[in-house]
């Protein structure tokens, strides 16, 4: 039980640099890609969030011999002895899933719990099941458990997802890097995360072409060899940080930034009157000191559509925007959780289903808030960063997992922000 909060003093105008933090959603799957390797393989840009922490203890079950520098990260896969994620490590990241395509890859057999639902709503494995048993993977269900076995091996198969899941994605991916044949996956994912795993499993010796793209084609090899690699940047902490310095009419310039990952997000800052440039590659400065205005409707759809990773501190955004704001949100169910923790700050906020309706208001007043999910946790205090008096943001264990030290960062550009 965490029992930390943050507390804001609202109403500072946020100015200066942030550089921002590799991806989670690229380092958990290139963490798990490390049980495919039979070398070292050391990963640059790893951010210190809790669920590395628990993808660490996933691969230190397995019997992975993992070490962190500061950012960098080394994973030794050499003695893995374990095909069995604990179910309690399972429940502790619901992520841990993407570890399924890597264990079979690697042993050709795992066992696991079933995993339950969570914040946002329930979250299927069915994609990934279906697809695994087209690979030659046979699944036997039993009390609270699924075992996979390949008695044949993995082999190659021509895929086609119902749905361009990221996670089915990345499973089917790890699962055909080492097996035998060809896999084409049509309808992929075409996250940048995706991308980026597909560029680590291919310096490691893997053979994927199209990552990217809605088709990725997975050649087998018989085995892979460590590599180096830099985790890329993290573009939904790049947002919920530009919404920061919008809500709070700063100025913010956000350095190790991935600038293409950002294409679905930045126009909406420009719309909504913010002065928005990128340059040297990684960089993007913000600045929102004339009139913001709401920027309409805001529709989330998967890459490169506008990202539901992003919806919430965006919504938190909106709530001192002029105007109305509609969301629809069209990945998750149950993904405006903090829509009610909002209003407590005096957010006039309206849900039915996949629709929220925001009409702004002229300001926000401090109170105590509970973070509901990791997305929904940093939307409360992107808001509490523009409340009158003091907000107090509690279950700040759910920020944690993907934020790497949130108090840090905004204090270092003018927040009045404490953890306690
Ligand atoms: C990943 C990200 C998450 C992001 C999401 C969508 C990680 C660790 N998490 O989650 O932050 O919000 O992509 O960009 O990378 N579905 C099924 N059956 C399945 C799999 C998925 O019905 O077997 C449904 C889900 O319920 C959801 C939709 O497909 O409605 C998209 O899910 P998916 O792309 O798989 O998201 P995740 O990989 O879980």
């Known amino acids: 039980m965490n029992h930390q909060k943050l507390i804001i003093e609202g109403g500072r105008r946020l100015q200066g640099e942030i550089a921002v933090q590799g991806a989670k959603n690229s380092l958990l799957p290139l ?30 079950c ?20 374990n095909n069995q994620v604990p179910e309690a490590l399972m429940q502790e990241m619901r992520s841990s899933i993407v570890f ?23 979250r299927p494995i069915d994609y990934h099941v279906e697809s695994l048993k087209q690979m030659g993977v046979e699944v036997v269900q039993e009390a609270g458990y699924m075992n996979f076995t390949a008695p044949k091996g993995i082999r190659g198969a021509k895929i086609a997802l119902p749905f361009p899941s990221v996670g089915a994605t990345e499973n089917v991916m790890l699962a055909a890097t080492t ?21 680590f499993l291919n310096k490691c010796g893997a053979r994927i ?30 947002a919920t940080y530009m919404c920061c310095a919008a809500i ?20 909406l800052f420009r719309k909504m009157g913010c002065s928005v440039y990128t340059y040297d590659k990684d960089k993007i400065y913000i600045n929102a000191r004339k009139a913001l205005r709401a920027p309409g409707k805001i529709v989330t759809h998967v890459h490169p559509g506008f990202p539901t990773d992003a919806q919430a501190p965006l919504m938190a955004l909106t709530t001192v925007l002029p105007g109305t704001t509609i969301f629809e949100e069209n990945i998750f169910e149950s993904r405006y959780k903090h829509a009610a923790e909002l209003g407590r700050l005096g957010a006039k906020i309206n849900v039915r289903e996949r629709i929220a ?10 109170a105590k808030v509970s973070s509901t999910d990791l997305r929904g946790g940093a939307a409360l205090v992107t808001a509490g960063l523009a409340c009158e008096g003091i907000t107090t ?11 790497e030290a949130i108090e840090d960062a905004l204090r270092s550009v003018g927040a009045k922000i404490i953890r306690k």
């Open 100 to 122: 399924l395509g890597a264990i079979l890859g690697r042993c050709g057999s795992c066992r696991w719990s079933t995993p339950g639902g969570c914040e946002l709503g329930p």
């Open 209 to 238: 072409a199209g990552a990217g793209g809605s088709t990725v084609v997975v050649e087998g090899v018989p085995k892979l060899s460590g590599a180096e690699h830099t985790v890329i940047s993290d573009r939904i902490v790049t």
């Open 179 to 199: 097996a035998e044949g060809v896999t084409e996956i049509h309808n992929a994912a075409r996250e940048p995360e995706i991308t980026d795993l597909a560029e």
């Open 62 to 81: 397995l019997g992975c011999k993992c070490c962190r520098e500061c950012s960098v990260v080394t994973v030794d896969a050499a003695k893995m002895a």
């Open 31 to 60: 963490l798990a890609a490390t049980v495919l390797c039979d070398g070292v393989a050391t990963l640059h840009n790893c951010p210190r969030i809790t669920d590395a922490d628990a993808a660490f203890r996933i691969l230190d």
């Open 248 to 267: 709070t009419r700063g100025e913010l310039l956000l350095s190790r930034t991935k600038q293409d990952d950002l294409s679905p997000i930045l126009p």
């Open 357 to 366: 309706v925001v009409e702004g208001v002229p300001r926000l007043s401090g």
């Open 393 to 403: 943001v509690g279950e700040i264990q759910h920020i944690d997992r993907g934020y």
